[in-house]
């Protein structure tokens, strides 16, 4: 039996997508903007400005990936579901 240590190589990091930062981006100005719960006009305007930011700071993103960005944006910022007790 060979008293050597397995070698485990360290493969590198993977690089995010543009999409995948702005996704995470998108998601942390969400939190911290207190959208989550706000009434649903005040949503709008908050995502308006937020999806013509993110379309001029990553202007790799087509116009439909933007738009996936803001559906999944407003699903995030939806209250949680909670079932009725029966």
């Not at 207190?34 to 993110?54: H, N, R």
């Not at 001029?56 to 910022?77: C, D, N, T, V, W």
Request: aromatic share 10%; charged share 30%.
């Amino acid at each position: 039996m060979s008293k050597e240590k397995p070698r485990y190589t360290r493969s590198a990091a993977p690089v995010a997508t543009p999409f995948e930062e702005a996704r995470d981006e998108m998601f942390q100005h969400v939190m911290k903007c207190g959208v989550i719960g706000a009434a649903p006009e005040d949503q709008k305007d908050w995502f308006d400005g937020t999806m013509s930011y993110l379309a001029e700071r990553y202007h790799e993103l087509s116009p439909k990936q933007i738009a996936e960005l803001r559906i999944l944006g407003e699903r995030f910022s939806q209250p949680a579901k909670v079932k009725a007790a029966v």
